[in-house]
């Protein structure tokens, strides 16, 4: 299987508009259950990475992933979302999930 990176991309921007939904109603727990999961790219990169080589079939998964190329690693905004929730800053956590579905958007994604 081929990743699809703007299939990937569409998902967490449905996700990422759930968690504003669930952050508007101050829903902690539903909003930790969908950020702290494992995400789309994660899921894109697990496929790009069947289909390398086998020199670098043992390089982490994450090294196949376009968020994870483009950010320098694992994107840090969910862990300052994670805080946020975690202290009941709800106004922070909306400006943090604003943030990155924008760096969702404006990532250029490859095949």
């Known amino acids: 299987m081929t990743p699809n ?20 109603l101050e829903d902690e727990g539903g909003t930790l259950n969908l950020i702290n999961r494992r995400d789309e790219f994660c ?35 969910l862990a300052r979302l994670n805080q946020a929730v975690m202290a009941g800053s709800w106004r922070e956590a909306r400006t943090i999930n604003d943030e990155y579905i924008r760096w969702v958007q404006g990532l250029e994604l490859h095949a």
């Not at 899921?43 to 190329?69: I, L, W």
């Open 5 to 24: 990176w703007e299939q990937a991309r569409r998902s967490i921007l449905a996700r990422l508009e759930e968690v504003g939904r669930l952050i508007e």
């Open 43 to 77: 899921e894109a990169a697990d496929a790009r990475r069947s289909h390398a080589v086998a020199s670098r079939q043992d390089e982490p998964t994450c090294h196949f992933c376009e968020g994870f190329v483009q950010a320098g690693g694992c994107v840090g905004m």
